[in-house]
């Protein structure tokens, strides 16, 4: 082992200690929180603006959403690799940076007039171009901070309870600022989280060791190898593939209720926000209660469960009726649920990702991921704004609905929905190796 090892092994918490005691930890999930605020800001405020500056159609919404999201699926791979190579905080850094600038950009081309369909289309997928390097990074890089795997469960509950509360204020927060600063301006907000997160970076004192370098650098191979971890894994093949499913239904029913919450209803951006930050609050509940519940009923119960909720939620949607505050209130519950199922599954899934994955492979896995669950959001954003245009939001909404609903089949005959416990967690074989050298 390096005297780099040594110093980083010296630096890490006792496995007895909680990670409130892990100052960069906590600077890190600070850090996260707020880009995790801001991020939802933006994907409110994005097609608001496209809607009510530039009364773009069903399929141009439908296109903003695709390429916010279309990065993950070109780019994902080769950044995992990329990623697997290098120092995992400068590339979060840049990424972050990237972010900033891009989105402080719009409210600025808005004061100057310039502000087009067109440039807004660029620049939101120029963001998710940056996502995908911030997102194929993060997972990999917590590893560094937290050492022992017994605390992974601990984290992905606190990274889950921060992108649950950043979905509760989030919205809400984006309908208020749409309502007072107009849509393009509100983004200022987004541009400013993510200054304070590259700051919050910045104060991080942990040293990240170098990744070994791989004997032989060769794309195709590396990528392949990526590849063949997760789908040759059977509990990673079926999260990687039920996950692509649930992306794909929460976008596609986001996107029409979206549309059909603005062209039908003609609801305020102030109610769409109230309406996702409250329903968003089962997504916070689900977070803070994962860790009870995994250590009282089988892990596998409570994932299928949780997965089972996400996908029956939209039928809530479908079936609303009646006065406008009877509907609202059903469109409120029925994300709530959503929200609730993905807040317990999401922590579920994390921890066993880790623990299924070798450091060495870990951007590569975290890459073949958000190929697929982004993957699945940005085709599900793209199929909802085409067939919103077709037949309309309300009958949209009512095919994916029924399409959500069919994916529970496949948790029957998860692995995942089987386990009692969770795995142990997986030896790296690149750090053994140095292990039994030293």
């Known amino acids: 082992m390096t005297s780099a090892g040594l110093r980083t092994e010296a630096a890490a918490p006792s496995p007895r200690e909680s990670l409130w005691r892990n100052g960069d930890f906590l600077r890190f999930w600070l850090g996260e929180t707020l880009s995790l605020l801001g991020a939802q800001v933006t994907s409110l405020a994005l097609p608001l603006t496209a809607i009510y500056a530039f009364h773009a159609t069903d399929e141009q919404v439908g296109v903003l959403r695709f390429l916010q999201l279309a990065p993950y699926i070109g780019l994902a791979l080769l950044f995992g690799v990329w990623v697997d190579r290098v ?3 400068r590339v979060m850094l840049a990424a972050n940076l990237t972010r900033m600038v891009l989105l402080a950009l719009i409210p600025i081309l808005h004061w100057l007039g ?3 369909i067109g440039s807004l289309l660029v620049i939101a997928c120029a963001v998710g171009v940056a996502s995908v390097l911030f997102d194929v990074s993060w997972m990999s890089y917590v590893p560094t901070l937290v050492k022992d795997p017994k605390h992974y469960v601990e984290a992905g509950s606190k990274m889950g309870i921060s992108s649950s509360a950043a979905d509760v204020a989030g919205p809400g927060l984006a309908g208020v600022l749409v309502g007072v600063l107009t849509a393009p301006v509100a983004l200022i907000v987004d541009a400013f989280s993510y200054l304070v997160s590259v700051v919050s970076f910045l104060l991080i004192r942990t040293r ?3 990744p070994e370098p791989p004997a032989e650098r060769h794309l195709p191979t590396e990528l392949r190898d990526g590849l063949r971890w997760v789908f040759g894994n059977p509990i990673l093949r079926a999260l990687a593939l039920v996950g692509f499913c649930c992306n794909f239904s929460m976008v596609t029913v986001w996107t029409m209720f979206l549309l059909y919450g603005t062209r039908d209803l003609n609801l305020a951006s102030t109610t769409l926000g109230g309406i996702f930050a409250t329903a968003s609050v089962g997504g916070l509940l689900g977070a803070v209660i ?4 995994i250590g009282r009923f089988p892990l596998g119960t409570v994932y299928s469960v949780a997965q089972s ?4 939620g939209p039928a809530l949607i479908v079936l609303s009726a009646g006065p406008r ?3 609202v209130g059903m469109f409120t519950l029925s994300f709530f649920v959503t929200y609730l199922g993905l807040g317990v599954a999401g922590v579920i899934i994390v921890s066993l990702r880790q623990t299924s994955t070798p450091q060495s492979m870990m951007g590569r896995m975290t890459a073949v991921f958000r190929t697929l669950l982004f993957g ?3 085709l599900g954003g793209l199929s909802a ?8 939001p309300k009958a949209a909404l009512t095919v994916a609905a029924v399409g959500s609903a069919a994916v529970v089949v496949a948790l029957v005959v998860s692995p995942v929905s089987r386990l009692r416990d969770m795995p142990a967690a997986v030896q790296d074989p690149v750090a053994g190796a140095a292990q039994g050298r030293g």
């Open 325 to 327: 505050p009877v509907m």
């Open 208 to 210: 990240e060791p170098r």
């Open 114 to 116: 310039v502000l087009g």
């Open 87 to 89: 120092r995992r905080r």
């Open 385 to 392: 704004g085409l067939l919103a245009g077709e037949i309309g």
């Open 290 to 293: 994962s860790r009870k519940l």
């Open 309 to 312: 909720a996400l996908l029956l």
């Open 376 to 378: 699945g959001g940005a």
